[in-house]
């Protein structure tokens, strides 16, 4: 188990990394000017996944593994620019009418989404692998399990804080969505960030 006085200077720790604007922050923002509140949130929460994935990939050690070998942050690094750009491309087209497509496939495509945009995304692991270990004591008990409370602990606040942003910005969007002409910009706006994401990412080093 993570010890207590750890466990509470952690958290105030990992509060403040999830308020910090960021990709998966930018990325909720948009999926909620897209496709609502429910999206937004659902991507949230793949985004969440993803961090608690990275978290218990650096309690294992492959973190150290990615850092040591470029190649491989780079090919993660690039297939995160193809997919992001992929999804620009598609806010960028007119939003299809309504139709049959039910909102649980749209929560669940967009969970997806932010949990493989996260996962595509290797600063994330070289990241956690730099922040969560200081807040490790070996002497505590088990080093991974530790990881895997310290990684739910950011997966949790990060939820809570884009699922958030991304349910204002969602309302925001529905607002404006009453017209076909709002609801290209809202499209516009939506591809914007995830080019903006993909460029960051592009030149995203290993330092």
């Known amino acids: ?4 006085i750890t466990l509470l200077a952690f958290v105030p720790a990992a509060l403040a990394l999830n308020l910090t604007p960021g990709p998966d922050m930018m990325f909720c923002l948009g999926q909620g000017l897209r496709a609502g509140p429910r999206a937004a949130i659902a991507g949230s929460g793949g985004v969440a ?3 608690m994935v990275h978290v218990a990939l650096a309690g294992l050690g ?8 470029p190649w491989a942050f780079d090919v993660i690094r690039w297939i995160g620019v193809v997919y992001l750009v992929y999804l620009a491309i598609g ?9 049959p497509t039910g909102p649980g496939l749209s929560v669940a495509r967009a969970f997806g989404t932010g949990l493989l945009i996260n996962l595509t995304n290797p600063k994330v692991i070289l990241f956690v692998l730099a922040f ?5 004591r070996p002497e505590a008990g088990n080093v991974f399990a530790q990881f895997l409370i310290c990684g739910a602990v950011i997966g949790v606040g990060g939820f809570i804080i884009n699922g ?6 969602g309302r925001f969007g529905r607002a404006l969505a009453t017209g076909g002409r709002a609801a290209r ?5 939506s591809g914007g960030i ?9 030149v995203l080093e290993r330092s």
């Open 49 to 51: 996944v993803g961090g």
């Open 164 to 169: 958030a942003v991304g349910a204002f910005a």
């Open 132 to 136: 969560v270990p200081q807040f490790i």
């Open 62 to 69: 492959l973190g150290a593994l990615i850092a040591a070998h």
């Open 194 to 202: 995830f080019l903006g994401l993909a460029a960051r990412l592009a």
């Open 1 to 4: 188990m993570v010890d207590p």
């Open 185 to 189: 910009v809202t499209g516009w706006i």
């Open 91 to 99: 806010a960028f087209r007119p939003p299809p009418p309504a139709g």
